[in-house]
């Protein structure tokens, strides 16, 4: 079977995993789908997937495994157990890990893989709603060099570019140091906008002028200007989501003995937004919490 007609597993049809599986399914592809929601198999069944009854036997069928989803406790999910992925007895399999998740769950399952005799890629991508459907994500991965280009051409139906960051678990560690930047532009941009109304200042003069500032315009801002001047946030990047790695990054750091003060503090802010009920809203939706309720 050449590579191009390899069956494609794939695991978790959120914002990002069924356009993925979509894009794969497009360029030729034969792709079989899992989701411990049944519900959200159904999107994948217009684009021609095959739809798995469990996790072992969508692993059973496929060449490359892929999973997306939320957290390495969702991994664990569908790995164990009399239907989980580990229990197949197949053995020509590459399991492309594309979740963010933690540095040791990363490595547990890396590990895993290796004792089923599976190649694995540590491989998350950075982009969210409108890079994925536009096939413009920039993927992470982490393993040996043969595996990957193993998988390359694969990869490159989901996004533009991939960066080899190195072993098992650079990849992760990228992603979240990636993800950090991002953290911390959108706290930065909440509290100007926060500050600004507080002052009694439109926020859109606040967008007005970073869009005139070399320095300071790029494209995330625009994509955010609209939710917070309409005090909107679908989420392209849920809060819950973004949280859940900035906590991955300060529990990394304390490993490492690696001080992140502002992140801690963008932690803090995140936290109580969570509390507050913003988790499944946009990241960017912090600048309630920031504004208090008040609303220009």
């Given at each position: 079977m050449s590579e191009e007609l390899a069956t494609v597993g794939f695991i978790g049809l959120g914002i990002m995993g069924l356009p993925m599986a979509g894009h794969l399914a497009r360029a030729g592809y034969p792709v079989t789908v899992y989701n411990r929601t049944p519900s959200k198999s159904e999107g994948a069944l217009l684009f021609g997937?095959?739809?798995?009854?469990?996790?072992?036997?969508?692993?059973?069928?496929?060449?490359?495994?892929?999973?997306?989803?939320?957290?390495?406790?969702?991994?664990?999910?569908?790995?164990?157990?009399p239907e989980g992925i580990l229990s197949t007895e197949k053995r020509d399999l590459t399991w492309i890990q594309m979740s963010t998740i933690d540095l040791p769950s990363t490595h547990e399952f890396a590990d895993a893989a290796e004792k089923k005799g599976w190649?694995?890629?540590?491989?998350?991508?950075?982009?969210?709603?409108?890079?994925?459907?536009?096939?413009?994500?920039?993927?992470?991965?982490?393993?040996?060099?043969?595996?990957?280009?193993?998988?390359?051409?694969?990869?490159?139906?989901?996004?533009?570019?991939?960066?080899?960051?190195?072993?098992?678990?650079?990849?992760?560690?990228?992603?979240?140091?990636?993800?950090?930047?991002?953290?911390?532009?959108?706290?930065?941009?909440?509290?100007?906008?926060?500050?600004?109304?507080?002052?009694?200042?439109?926020?859109?003069?606040?967008?007005?002028?970073?869009?005139?500032?070399?320095a300071l315009d790029c494209g995330y801002f625009r994509i955010k200007e609209e939710s917070v001047l309409n005090w909107n946030f679908p989420p392209a990047f849920s809060l819950a989501n973004m949280l859940k790695d900035v906590r991955f990054m300060t529990a990394e750091a304390g490993r490492r003995g690696q001080s992140l003060p502002v992140t801690s503090a963008v932690q803090a802010v995140m936290e109580r937004s969570l509390a507050e009920g913003h988790g499944p809203e946009d990241l960017m939706s912090i600048y309630l919490t920031l504004c208090r309720g008040r609303k220009q």
């Open positions: 997937a095959r739809v798995a009854r469990n996790p072992r036997d969508l692993a059973s069928e496929c060449r490359y495994l892929i999973t997306m989803v939320t957290d390495g406790n969702a991994i664990r999910g569908i790995m164990e157990g190649s694995f890629l540590d491989c998350p991508v950075t982009g969210s709603k409108k890079q994925v459907e536009e096939s413009e994500l920039i993927l992470l991965a982490g393993g040996k060099p043969k595996v990957l280009e193993d998988c390359r051409a694969l990869l490159l139906r989901l996004g533009k570019t991939v960066v080899h960051a190195g072993d098992v678990g650079a990849g992760t560690a990228l992603k979240l140091c990636v993800n950090l930047v991002l953290a911390q532009m959108t706290t930065a941009m909440a509290e100007a906008a926060a500050l600004a109304t507080a002052e009694g200042i439109d926020p859109a003069k606040v967008f007005e002028v970073i869009k005139q500032s070399p």
